[in-house]
């Protein structure tokens, strides 16, 4: 059965870092694009980063342009989603995807999207 488990969520104040985690059991994610997306109350779930399936590209919301990065380390079938210089509106629940078998190429649509993970709920306080 396959498993994305995200982990690292919290209560931080605006300002701080949080670095979220997603790893993959069940099979294995290596060279499959990867995702981060949120959905914060009340909102549609919206895009926040991808990374190929090398981790050679990457592909980010405005939003969080130059404040959040997308890694991997397929050696733990884990991605990552370290956030710098959060704000308040960056609370919401974060989900992990993954793509399809031979899906390499980043993607920002969640129709791309085959395997998700339960989330992981971060809250921003002023």
């Known amino acids: 059965q396959v498993q994305l488990v995200e982990s690292g969520g919290g209560l931080v104040q605006a300002g701080d870092s949080l670095r979220l985690s997603c790893t993959a059991s069940?099979?294995?994610?290596?060279?499959?694009?990867m995702a981060w997306f949120r959905q914060a109350l009340g909102k549609e779930r919206e895009f926040v980063a991808a990374i190929s399936g090398s981790g050679g590209f990457t592909i980010y919301v405005d939003s969080v342009k130059g404040r959040f990065t997308i890694s991997r380390d397929n050696r733990k079938n884990t991605v990552y989603l370290q956030m710098n210089s959060l704000e308040l509106q960056d609370t919401a629940i974060y989900y992990c995807?993954?793509?399809?078998?031979?899906?390499?190429?980043?993607?920002?649509?969640?129709?791309?999207?085959?395997?998700w993970g339960q989330g992981t709920q971060v809250t921003v306080a002023s």
């Open positions: 995807a993954a793509r399809g078998s031979s899906s390499t190429s980043a993607r920002n649509s969640e129709r791309e999207y085959d395997y």
């Open positions: 069940g099979r294995s994610f290596n060279f499959v694009a």
